[in-house]
């Protein structure tokens, strides 16, 4: 499991690994209010944990990994793989103040069973079919105004797509305490916070032997 927390230097491909940027990408934002009514949006921010109201969310990223080579026959090797993320703030404040520190927990699982589109995708199927332990755990501590790169490294995962055939039915980010309200945005570009604009990037480094 890797852990990023603030100020650490955010992992990248290291010389002389080659880097490619998978950008096509699925997402799918899960709701559960206190009534227990679920929802789902491929259009929302990419958002994890519980806001003000009582609505739970979470959020699922699916890579199309399909793209990557594997390395079997060629002269590569295939390195590191990172999700890269922005955590850009929220107003999401029981007190009001933005200056508020935070400390929020967001674990990735994989997915277990296979799905095509975001038709296919409810709260009671990712609840269903996910990996009980997670493949990555991010820590981000900050004031509510944001600012905080984010990678989420799942080489060993993406490894296993694309080496040893294991189907790729991408990842759900759970937030580790759903019953604090506070809820966490996460982005991939700090301008905007439509993920159809702005996805999450999987890099994937890669080095020739």
Do not use: M
Not at 60 to 83: A, G, M, P, Q, R
Not at 88 to 109: A, F, W
Not at 171 to 189: F, G, K, Q, R, T
């Amino acid at each position: 499991i890797d852990i990023c927390y603030k100020e650490v230097e955010i992992k990248e491909c290291t010389k002389p690994s080659e880097p490619t940027d998978v950008e096509e990408v699925t997402t799918v934002v899960l709701t559960k209010d206190e009534d227990g009514n679920t929802a789902v949006n491929d259009d929302e921010t990419l958002s994890h944990g519980k806001n003000l109201n009582g609505v739970v969310y979470r959020s699922v990223i699916k890579f199309d990994t399909s793209t990557i080579e594997s390395t079997d026959n060629v002269e590569k090797t295939l390195e590191e793989s990172f999700i890269h993320l922005d955590y850009l703030g929220t107003e999401e404040s029981p007190s009001g103040d933005v200056e508020d520190k935070i400390t929020r927990t967001v674990n990735v699982y994989k997915i277990t069973e296979t799905w095509e589109s975001p038709d296919d995708i409810t709260w009671d199927f990712i609840e269903e079919n996910h990996d009980e332990t997670p493949i990555a755990t991010v820590v981000i501590e900050e004031t509510r105004l944001g600012g905080t790169k984010v990678t989420i490294d799942i080489s060993d995962t993406v490894r296993s797509w694309v080496e040893e055939d294991e189907p790729n039915n991408g990842v759900v980010l759970i937030d580790d305490n759903e019953d604090e309200e506070s809820l966490l945005p996460l982005y991939a570009d700090d301008d905007t916070a439509v993920p159809d604009e702005y996805p999450p990037v999987l890099q994937v480094c890669e080095k020739k032997v």
